[in-house]
């Protein structure tokens, strides 16, 4: 059975710093490559980085370049949302994603239906 689970979501003022995890099972997640979304509300889910296979590349919408940053673990089958100085248009429930078997480098990977599996989505409120 394939888990994907975030967390480390909550409620920060504008300018804070969270870090979300997204602990994963049932899959080979050392070769997937792994996304993170969001949706606001009102709006469609958005691709807003990814990393892959290796954790060597990654890519960002341009938004949060320079402030999220993605990493991954593959001994503990996890992997991170870095999100600094967040401001009220981070406002969404972030989702992980995982694009298994997929070895290219990340900007490879941004449409929704390039992945597989999801998790279920951990709230992010930025708000003063």
């Known amino acids: 059975q394939v888990q994907l689970v975030e967390s480390g979501g909550g409620f920060v003022q504008p300018g804070g710093s969270l870090r979300l995890s997204c602990a994963t099972s049932g899959y080979t997640f050392s070769t997937a490559a792994m996304g993170w979304f969001r949706q606001a509300p009102g709006k469609e889910r958005e691709f807003v980085g990814g990393?892959?296979?290796?954790?060597?590349?990654?890519h960002y919408i341009d938004s949060v370049k320079g402030r999220f940053t993605i990493s991954r673990d593959n001994a503990k089958n996890t992997v991170y949302l870095q999100m600094n100085s967040l401001n009220p248009d981070d406002t969404a429930v972030y989702y992980c994603?995982?694009?298994?078997?997929?070895?290219?480098?990340?900007?490879?990977?941004?449409?929704?239906?390039?992945?597989?599996?999801w998790g279920q989505g951990t709230q992010v409120t930025v708000s003063s």
């Open positions: 994603a995982a694009a298994t078997n997929r070895f290219y480098d990340a900007p490879a990977y941004t449409r929704r239906a390039d992945y597989h599996y």
């Open positions: 990393i892959n296979w290796r954790g060597t590349s990654t």
